[in-house]
């Protein structure tokens, strides 16, 4: 092994809902995905998942639902694809409680939020977690989540992340200029438990947002959350190389990753970042056991259970079209939509057929089935040619997809000194980056700090 070998970075891929990536495996007799309402689903699967040492649980979520497949939601009711779905924020402090290291990655659409009482409620995280918050930043892909919302039709896409960039700015200047560090004195003696005179009134006055008062908060163990997002997007990236801390992106190989990851790093530099700034992560699937004989009999297995149809549905949303009009060889072509471009362009071309045997297993996540070895062996290649930092690791059966990975894949990783052994201390940036709790002074966020040089 190379000096310089990354060690891996994982979190675990889910959703408060039944089916999430891997559609109709809530339908196989070991998995628990029906479960999801109930609170000890969410604090059992944080303790497994601290006990094989994962950074993070990445919780997705979306706004609207899934009603461009057939212009109905007849198929996404009766598979459940992410419908019903729950808020992942109220799903934190449960799981924080029952452990100590663990991650929090939790996705809110800031298209449909007011940045002064958000900011609120991720410091609240924040602090209850002592530090183990992060943010994964989305703006939204859906006409009906537009439509619940008022709207006629979805705000443009590249609109969205102009409103976005609106939106981060407010919540910086919530979470880094509103409180100074010491303006909690909590002295009892003198009956003064905040200094006023360190508490400062946040007055911005934008295109979107219009803010005026203090932040609510004190500051919190990061102040600002560690910060995620995925977009690969022209736009996408621009805001990537402006914002991210993490980001979530996904390709067919390891070279063609290896050019966006270059993409983006390259677009943090220019935007004033170092390139390791930014870390990138992969969605992947996995199915392991002990030897490669009994991982393809398990692979065969799950795909008895798994919906195609139902994986088609989810991305006729990603894209926007409605891909039962295709006949099952005709060449997909459409106009341009609102919903995810870089899906859209990726896949304009491809026939139905095709896509439904790229969704065998329900969804479109690369799948790396086979022994520990193997499995080791393929996510190390993905991270070493494709120069990213880790994986978000999707269920397939719920728990026992981590618990495979746990038992079996953690320890390979580790005997090859890729994967660590104990958790590092601190917050969960501390964790990932090995610095401080704060964000550095090259992002952009510092420069709301009080005694900075304010942006222009």
């Known amino acids: 092994m190379s000096a310089i070998a990354k060690e891996v970075l994982l979190n675990a891929f889910n959703m408060n809902c039944v089916g999430h990536i891997h559609h109709g495996m809530w339908t196989h007799p070991q998995d628990r995905s029906t479960e999801f309402n109930q609170l000890s689903y969410w604090t059992e699967l944080a303790q497994l998942l601290e006990r094989g040492l994962f950074d993070g649980l990445f919780i997705a979520d979306i706004l609207g639902v899934y ?23 109220l799903l934190v402090s449960a799981m924080a409680g029952v452990t100590q290291h663990l991650g929090f990655g939790i996705t809110a659409n800031l298209s449909y939020e007011a940045p002064y009482p958000f900011a609120r409620r991720l410091s609240t995280l924040d602090h209850l977690t002592q530090g183990r918050i992060g943010w994964n930043i989305v703006t939204g892909y859906l006409d009906s989540a537009a439509r619940a919302m008022g709207l006629n039709e979805q705000i443009g896409h590249d609109r969205r ?66 910060l995620f997002q995925a977009g690969s997007s022209a736009r996408g990236i621009q805001f990537a190389a402006r914002h991210a801390e993490c980001t979530f992106v996904n390709h067919a190989t390891p070279a063609v990753m290896k050019a966006q990851v270059d993409k983006l790093r390259t677009a943090a530099v220019a935007a004033g970042r170092q390139r390791q700034d930014l870390k990138v992560f992969m969605g992947v699937g996995v199915i392991v056991a002990p030897t490669a004989t009994e991982a393809q009999d398990k692979y065969r297995e799950y795909l008895r259970y798994a919906s195609p149809e139902a994986g088609l549905a989810h991305f006729s949303s990603s894209t926007g079209i409605d891909l039962s009009r295709f006949g099952l060889d005709d060449p997909i072509q459409a106009g341009p939509t609102q919903a995810i471009e870089s899906v859209t362009q990726t896949y304009r071309g491809w026939t139905r057929r095709q896509l439904l ?100």
């Open 67 to 89: 009603d461009v497949y057939q212009q109905n939601i007849a198929l996404t009711a009766r598979e459940s694809i992410q419908l019903p779905v729950n808020d992942p924020l």
């Open 161 to 226: 992340y102009d409103q976005a960039d609106e939106f981060l700015d407010v919540a910086y200047q919530l979470w880094e200029g509103s409180w100074e560090d010491d303006a909690v004195l909590a002295d009892r003696q003198r009956r003064i438990y905040a200094d006023a005179q360190k508490i400062h009134k946040v007055t911005h006055r934008g295109e979107f947002y219009q803010v005026e008062g203090y932040h609510l908060s004190s500051p919190s163990p990061q102040r600002t959350p560690l």
């Open 357 to 456: 045997e790229q969704h065998a297993m329900g969804g479109r996540y690369p799948l790396v089935v086979g022994d520990p070895q193997q499995v080791a062996d393929t996510l190390l290649q993905w991270v070493d040619q494709a120069d990213i930092d880790g994986f978000n690791l999707t269920r397939i059966v719920n728990p026992g997809s981590y618990r495979d990975f746990i038992d079996l894949v953690v320890p390979e990783l580790q005997a090859r000194g890729r994967y660590k052994t104990a958790y590092r201390a601190g917050s969960l940036r501390q964790k990932l980056f090995r610095q401080q709790d704060r964000l550095p002074h090259s992002h952009p966020a510092a420069g709301w700090r009080l005694g900075a040089s304010l942006p222009v």
